[in-house]
């Protein structure tokens, strides 16, 4: 575990270079940690361990040592949320449903990085099919927070951004619906990136809600965030929706300068309530921006408070859909004692999936019905335009935008025991994903012990200007560097 | 009470692509169970649909050539529901925003030529197959069709018998096919059809109570089931009954119609726009060069035959049932003399012999200039029309121009009248009761006279001239 | 620190106001076309959480959105097509299997009828 401490992917890739590491010694240190401490933490659903100290020894063969040509990702482990497909690796989604499926194709966001010699060393926890803010709705087990094991990792991306908080691996993949990899990331105290929609390819993600997802990096630094991005941006011809442009140098763009960097708060995130040690995080990180040159001023997102409903019927909508597939034919576990076809159906899918995705189901199934698509779903389409517009308007003026990632820290498992107190929780990231522009949450400090996270907003494909916003901050704020120490030696 | 019927026909098209709509997959007719299947074709978790680029161009060629207006701007749209043969429990088709509308064809109809009217068509993925077992208790699910390019084209419901639902389906048909389209081979579901009817009192301009016919596997049960239909419903109102608007299977060994589903099951399919795949834009440039794909169709061959060859129209309507035996006739009959011969010889012999072999017309070697060749020799006297008849199954199987068969078979006609008549001389000696037959006013006996001329040259004699020479040597 | 925050007020106050209220009958219909069986336990407390979900979205009915385009993509406004060639497919033996129930290279399903 010793080598990988403190150490970013561009330090691990400099001592894999210098052969002072090789990749089979972070295999073995990534699968002691786990071995050690996962037990408590709960991060993973399945560990590929023969896979990957196999996958290292064949990419050590190959050049003896990882050359630097090979770059920054060749050898570094990582994990992948268990929504990603990797073909021959069992992949559940976290669902029962999905229980013992093993997919004959990998995403490409996964495929990228081990083309890059990245290796995976296993698949991560979440809520059921990514619907939820806490790893709760695993259909496994809960995810606990690093931080504080009495806490939730947040989610859905919990067990991706409790891996890289208990130092497992370097960086882990997530999926960002409505907050997915953000709001883990302030609650874990890590980074966090959704890109814009449209970046990274979602071949190969399960779908949850097809027009919100997006693939992003958990990493510890915004740096690694910066390399993980260039590792799996760009064009896929698998999907459809994915965008042709030319991907930028992310790294070139950390240059620690933002003087002159237009930073809008959005005056309507800081109307509502809002954890007081987060506010005061939140506001100290403002200072530091002005202190850096960036100039900071109010703007405006007047349909943000529709922005919680609209989410709330879209993604369900979509999901209810996406998960029609699950009906016990082609894969997954079916319920075995169905006298015909209909109640094989029912019971399989009544059987498989958990509350909260049921719920999502009936919700979306609602919206989508005849005689409410015009009140519910087509409306909340309405809003969404109305969302973007905003958007539009306020990047008219600034050049980034700065919230809480979360109006609180990490909370204890049970405390949001109802839906829409949970839903609430994603108030300031589910805009972001409405309008499909890049965000990340960057660590600003603790209160009470736990992180806080700072959401950064963008413009679409300005993921160099967000980055580079993100990275200067995190250098003058130094919050990245910590650790936590609720599983002591462990890191 | 004087009824009118009134029918719609819902007709399913597969495009000729090389692979399925949404994914790599190859199209291919009666491959193994599950071997023309992908991840996508599964619905597994994760995987993404991408728009084939020769699906959209021929969906697009199709509504053009049913004179539809296309959308420049259109969608995918998710229709929802759960059955074993749609593995994502949706299907990706197109609901408010058809790629074309308003489109028509023209029928020959009952007693004069209809427009009938094309309402929308959309390109959709076709769905699994699926396999009852015998004992009932369970079903088998291919998925190899899924994902088959289709287009669905709905009609107004303008047609008012079932005959003119089968002209409108040959019409549909025969475009598609002249498009490069779609075989449009009902037999191997390349083509499949429901059908609206309903009654309503003449003169009456509301409709009727409709019912949906489904499984109609032909043509002729098309109108069989319309018909039988149409009866039943008739019977009902006769009756003083009504109608139950309901959905129903044609059952072809009864040739009877079976109730399967009632209006009260209709589905809630809960369309809404696929997030996964980008709307459809579409320049004028893009159009442009889909309308310079469509060829000369068979409403313009058939009007063209009728006037530059001055065919009827019967025959036109014949040689225009396929574009390949139209071309073929376009290139005869502009190098022959007598068009009016050509389409003869095509739609006698020709088709005749084609049907004998079970081919088609561009599957035996004979050109089309080679049947003009063909029928000059006939006009100019070189072979009679019966050697022409051996002569051209001989260029159907040998490829070989009528010359060359005809000088390697020692087949010219003898047209020199001083070596027959030197044989009618001998005929005529050796047939005395035929020669008094005739002479005593029976006709017939001269046929009989001619027949020995024919066989004794092997049918080489010029005919015309054979018959003269007896006639003359008999009046002597 | 602070874990109780007041943060559904604007659900409390339009509980009181207007609520959605959806029917047993509605939860039972929603619930078969989802294909979901539910007991009536489930239906009775899916009745109030959804109901209160809809609720909340009451908001949407309040704005004048005359003129407003839908949003349900963001991104691509070209359209995107592959070419038509072919790549190799999975075998029927790949095909099925994770299948649950197969039969010699078919998903083998309950009979579609009512048995």
Redesign the interface.
Known sequence: MSAMRGLGIRALHHELAEGRLTASDLIQDSLAAIETADGRVGAFLHVTRERALTQASAGEGVSGVPAPARGLLAGIPFAAKD???VEGVP?T?ASRI?EG?V???T?TAVRRIETAGGVLIGKANLDEFAMGSSTENSGFHPTHNPWDLTRVPGGSSGGSAAAVAAGFVPYALGSDTGGSIRQPAAFCGVVGLKPTYGLVS??????F???LDQIGPLTRSVEDAAIVLQGIAGWD?????SVQVDIPDYLASLTGDVAGLRVGVPAEYFETDMDQGVRDRVMEALDTLRRLGAEVRTIRLPHTRYALSAYYLIAP??A??NL??Y?G???GVRANDAPN?LAM?ERTRSAGFGPEVKRRILIG?YA???GY?DAY?KRAQQVRTLIRQDFQTAFAEVDVIVSPTTPTPAFRFGEKADPLTMYLNDIYTIPVNLAGLPAISVPCGLQDGLPVGLQLIGRPFDEPTLLRAAHAYEQAAGFSGLRPTALGEVQ | MEFETVIGLEVHVELR???KIFC???VEFGA????????V????????????????KLGIRAALALSCEVRRSS?FD?K?Y???DS????QISQYDEPIGERGCVVIAGTSAPRSIGITRIHLEEDAGK????PF????????NRVGIPLIEIVSEPDLRTPDEARQYLEEIKSILQYCGVSDCRMEEGSLRCDANISLRPVGQATLGTKTELKNMNSFRNVVRGLEYEQERQRAVLMAGGAIVQQTLRFDEATGTTIVMRSKEDAH?Y????D????????TQAYLDARRAEIPELPAQMRARFEQAYGLPTYDALVLTSTQRLARFFDVAASQAVDPKAVSNWLMGDVLGYLKEMGEDIDAQPMRPEQLAGLLRLIDDGTISTKIAKTVLRDMMTSGQDASAIIEQQGLVQISDEAALREIAERVIAANPKSVEDWRAGKEKALGSLVGQMMKETKGKANPQLVNRLIVDMLRD | MTSELNLAGRLGERVEGHFVHLTTDDVVHVAA?A?LHVTSEETESLVLELSRILDYARDLQELDLTGVPAT??I?????????????P????AE??ANAPDE???????????E?
């Open positions: 929504n990603l497909c992949t989604c999905l499926y997919p004959p194709h995403a979602r071949f190969g993600l399960v779908a809600a097809s027009s011809e698998l999907d459809s929706t909508a979509e209810s859909s029609a597939r009906d034919v082609r894969f076809l159906y199934t989508l019905s005849s698509y779903y | 692509t090389r692979t790599s997959c190859a193994a169970s599950n071997s023309r299947v992908c991840p074709c599964l619905g597994s978790p994760g995987v993404l649909p991408v728009l084939n680029e020769e699906a959209l969608k998710r929802n759960f059955y074993p593995p994502k429990a949706y699926l396999t009852h077992s009932g208790d369970a079903s088998l699910v291919d998925l809630d809960r369309y809404f726009p997030p996964d795949l980008p709307r459809i834009e579409l | 076309l294909r349900s993509q991104g691509i406004t070209t359209t995107v097509v592959r070419a038509d060639e072919r790549r497919s999975l075998t029927a095909a099925v039969d010699e290279g078919m998903f083998r399903v309950p009979a579609v009828l048995g």
